[in-house]
């Protein structure tokens, strides 16, 4: 049973900066795709950023590229997602997810297992 776990959300000031964190149990993330996805209130659940297990290559939605960052601790099985320069729209809840054979890294269906998720509210 592959269980995802996220914390680190908050409330932060537009421009400030929040790091996510996704510890998964269970299986090894080596051996995944991993994905940061975000729903805001009324809003479909959109793809913000993808690690590939192939090589560990990293794919980001053009709204969030160069502001966030996500990596992989090995040790600590553990997925991260910094996130810089916060905007307002940046505001929901951010779901961790993994996948065994991720092909379309963007597609929410892709992904096996789902965090319960951590808000992320960005205030002006």
């Known amino acids: 049973q592959v269980q995802l776990v996220e914390s680190g959300g908050g409330l932060v000031q537009a421009g400030g900066s929040l790091s996510l964190s996704c510890v998964v149990s269970g299986r090894t993330i080596s051996s995944y795709s991993m994905g940061w996805f975000r729903q805001a209130p009324g809003k479909e659940r959109e793809f913000v950023a993808s690690?590939?297990?192939?090589?560990?290559?990293?794919y980001y939605a053009d709204s969030v590229k160069g502001r966030f960052i996500i990596s992989r601790d090995f040790a600590k099985n553990t997925v991260y997602l910094q996130m810089n320069s916060l905007q307002l729209e940046d505001t929901a809840h951010y779901y961790c997810a993994a996948g065994r054979s991720v092909l379309r890294a963007t597609v929410a269906d892709e992904y096996n297992y789902w965090g319960q998720g951590t808000q992320v509210t960005v205030s002006s």
């Open positions: 690690s590939s297990w192939r090589g560990g290559g990293t």
